[in-house]
């Protein structure tokens, strides 16, 4: 039976046909949906780990005990678990590890862009990279198959167009699970210098034998065409070269390391001009040359962001080689600018935003009024770093707010009284537990502030230890947030609705004055989990002045608009006035009715829905 | 068929463009194509641009559609269409909801929402056909079909047989909204 998987599902189906047992993963985009997809399958266990670390530590207790591991994660997740990836290189696997990186060209939602398949060389692993969704499925057994045969983790790296794109594989039976025996063997598997040493040079000794089966292994191949151009590519970058050079010779590689040396070489040998086409990173190109072979690729490709086939096309039939698009021939004017089409007008952008009714607005906004300075996080809060409430200085990685903002204050005693950390419930739980930890033992004072809204958004509202449920929906113990600050040692704990301003702004002058650290829950569920607050708020039109303070939320359910195109939520009859007066307008169809806006209007004119009466 | 026919979807996260590829996909899974449907999830969602995009054809290599190369527009916002146009090919054909929906920036009242889209795109696209969704699949007993209905005004100009698309929408409706579904779709398979 053939279906239409996403890359993720896919992963997820061949994970499970391998016969992996065990599967463990923190979300982050573009990677969450295969263990979701995992999670389903009957007689397998999944798990959420708090972060990506432990999510492959988890992993290697599960191979050790003899089971084939799934591990999944973003490729900035690989920064995380980079300490214990580095040293299980060294003490290799029993059931057979594969770790899934999912990287992001061109931040579709991400931080950085990194090219993972670095991490492969730098940790000395196998690395296999699928180009559509069969091959997905497929090289996750293989993957399987190369870690239990040369006792290795393997790396899957997969980019946003294969995790996100759907294509058709034929499902397969899943295999017979076969848990391999636990032999107790403390010169492989604990590694202290003594045993590391020799380990090092098995380390070695096994990558010369994959040098010799990546030569010969069934994913990479030689594709003879026409001899004028040869091209090495691999992953969604293959896809894109049969798009527009159909013509061409191409040497796939779903395996690029260890890399394939003398299949190169024959390659090489065979075309007139040799091309690389990659991502991000010259990883193949600079390989190639360092056989000595002559090779275009950074020259004529550039290595920021995402290719698509017409910039393949384009930087091709730029560097003098004819490229076809759409079946055409694609010519250098074609290829070009819009010459000679009439100026379109400005499309303004549409960011995302946070949602009416998201619980961060009410915390960002008072922090924006007390012009504190704001060492950010990563999830939805990070929104509300964006025009118009602006209420974050910065965000550099999962856990870094905190760490931030007790080194400013450290800098500068002048910082004390105006500095915060945020960062969300999920992320706290991921990398923040240390950060606070270390505040309160280093004597710092800062204040920080947990935006609990009790899941994990951003990526789709996954759970995490405090919301009481795991990935495969049973109950499990909800971490007490106050008590575990109680426990790190942190004397000033408080809780608030962020949803009521007034309070939120009291508990937040009070805090950061402290001279000791202290911690803020701003505790309200996602908005998107719960019921609506109340009915739509609404505006007595002869009452606003028009004067945007709540414009000034950035909330999507408001906008302000002129008097007459102003109907919805506006009681009839009131006005009357003139016609170029603006006035808010609040959408009845999108308002959750949190009453902020309405706390935050001066003049009275935006009211809570409760009191709109005689208007139903 | 040689060479695959480039489908672009381009709306607001929450106006129904995800089951209208899925619809596209069932449709076209059923007469036979190769195909690969492509989206972004993540930070897109939080009430960003959604673009999905869909090719299909007898082999489909690539599942990114660049500039210049979409047979097809179906937007279901008016800047949205207007965002993606570079990415329709020469001679292509725009399918555009009449529906405006202001992003934030125009919300905080930064930038006004372009005049004249409809205008531009047709000076454009001589091929443009103007949909008024919301109307059309109120007129058929409920608003939220607009989707369909746009979804209608593009079967028709795909190599995908009627009924394979009806049975591809009864799959991915539930039952005791198909009757309405029905109705959205053949309003706009008329335009
Ligand atoms: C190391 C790493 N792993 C995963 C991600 C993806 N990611 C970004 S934010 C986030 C979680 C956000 O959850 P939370 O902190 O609860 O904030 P919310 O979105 O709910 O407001 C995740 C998983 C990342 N950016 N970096």
Redesign the interface.
Known sequence: MKELLSGNAAIARGAFEAGVTVAAAYPGTPSTEILEHFARYPGVYAEWAPNEKVALEVGIGASLAGARVLVAMKHVGVNVAADPLFTLAYTGVNGGLVLVSADDPGMHSSQNEQDNRNYARFAKIPLLEPADSREARDMVGLALDISERFDTPVMLRTTTRIAHAQSFVELKEPQPVVLRPYQKDARKYLMVPGYARPRRAVLAGRLLELEQYTESGPVNFIEWRERQVGIITGGVCYQYVREVLPQASVLKLGMSHPFPRNLVREFASGVGNLYVVEELDPFIEEQVRMLGIHVKGREIIPGIGELDPVLVARHFVAAGVPAVLAGEEVTEAAAGATAGLPEAPAAPARPPVLCPGCPHRGLFYVLRRLKLMVTGDIGCYTLAGLPPLEAMDSCICMGASIGAAHGAEKASLERHGHTVAVIGDSTFFHSGITGLLNMVYNGGGGTVVIVDNRTTAMTGHQPHPGTGTTLMGCPAPAVDLEMLARALGVKRVKVVDPLDLRRVEEVMREEVAAPETSLVIARRSCVLLTRPAGPPAWVRADACKGCRSCIRLGCPALSLRDVEAASGGTPPGKDGKSASKKVAVVDQLTCTGCGLCVQVCKNGALQRGEDNVGTG | M??PV?VLMAG?GGQGTILASKVL?GAA?KAGY????????????????VVTQVRLGEK??????????ADIILAFEK??G??L??FL?PGGTMIINDQEI??????????E?????IA?IR??APDTVVVDALGLAAACGNARAANVVLLGALARRLPVGEELWQESLAAQVPARLLEVNRAAFAAGYGL
Do not use: C, F
């Open positions: 040689l060479e480039n607001v996909a899974e190769d195909l690969k449907v492509s989206e972004v999830h993540g930070m897109a969602q939080r009430g960003g641009s489909v290599h690539s599942p990114l559609i660049g500039e210049k190369t800047l949205e207007l965002r146009l570079p090919k202001p992003p934030a920036p125009v919300l905080a009242g930064a930038v929402y372009p005049a004249g889209i531009h000076a454009v």
